[in-house]
């Protein structure tokens, strides 16, 4: 007799969020999915490993990412990392830690590159962060989307918490302001220097 397992389990083993399971069943790569009397899905893992885009989790690395928005909060860094480091040795996991200082708002920094351009070589089995807003700001979805892909699991070691957020909101807006002056000066009139002057004053009222 087949061993039945709930798609919670069928896609973690798979390396898949469980929305592809439920995608695959729609287009028919799937066949007919056993159901419990409660209508839940039961998979049967035999007959779907070979729909794995990927090695399963457990036999590719798990890298956990942490980031901080300046150098002020080095301290809170490596909190952070040493959060990361007992969650993934105490669930058994093989894992490094890439980490960053930069803002939420930033798409360039180097860690959060080279964290994607591993996921998509399918080389990165699971992501662990601590909170959902470690990646970026606005943006993480992309991310978790691309992961997702590549049957990267992700690993949301405080799912219902948002970190510094007042912190890392400080930086932020610091960074928008300072983006939009340096434009703002390029253009000499004394009406932008007036709107400027009130952007650094804004923002310094936002960091106290």
Same mark, same amino acid.
């Given at each position: 007799?087949? $061993?039945?397992? =709930?798609?919670?389990? /069928?896609? %973690?083993?798979?390396?898949?969020? &469980?929305? !592809? ?6 287009? @028919?790569?799937?066949? *007919?999915?056993?159901?419990?009397p409660g209508?839940?899905? %039961? ?6 490993? $070979?729909? *794995? &885009?990927?090695?399963? =989790?457990? %036999?590719?690395?798990?890298? /956990? +990412? ?12 490596? %909190? ?8 993934? /040795?105490?669930?058994?996991? !093989? +894992? ?34 601590? $909170?959902r807003d ?12 691309? *992961?997702? $892909?590549? @049957?990267?699991?992700? #690993?949301? #070691?405080? &799912? ?16 928008? #302001?300072?983006?939009?002056? *340096?434009?703002? +000066? ?9 709107v400027m ?12």
């Amino acid at each position: 007799m087949a $061993h039945l397992v =709930p798609i919670g389990v /069928a896609a %973690r083993e798979l390396g898949v969020h &469980p929305d !592809t399971l439920r995608r695959w069943e729609k287009e @028919g790569r799937i066949e *007919a999915v056993e159901r419990t009397p409660g209508n839940r899905r %039961r998979y049967d893992l035999a007959r779907l490993r $070979h729909l *794995a &885009p990927h090695g399963a =989790p457990s %036999r590719r690395i798990t890298i /956990a +990412y942490a980031r901080v928005s300046s150098a002020g909060q080095k301290d809170d860094l490596v %909190r952070q990392q040493a959060l990361l480091e007992s969650f993934c /040795a105490a669930n058994g996991w !093989t +894992y490094e830690i890439i980490s960053d200082v930069g803002s939420g708002l930033n798409y360039h920094k180097q860690g959060l590159r080279q964290l994607i351009s591993r996921i998509c070589t399918g080389e990165v089995g699971r992501l662990v962060i601590s $909170h959902r807003d470690r990646l970026l700001r606005f943006g993480s979805e992309l991310v978790f989307a691309v *992961a997702e $892909h590549f @049957g990267c699991e992700v #690993v949301i #070691v405080n &799912p219902s918490e948002e970190s510094s957020f007042e912190e890392d909101l400080d930086q932020d807006v610091i960074e928008i #302001v300072a983006v939009f002056s *340096a434009r703002l +000066y390029g253009s000499r009139s004394e009406k932008n220097r007036r709107v400027m002057e009130t952007l650094r004053q804004v923002a310094e009222a936002v960091a106290r």
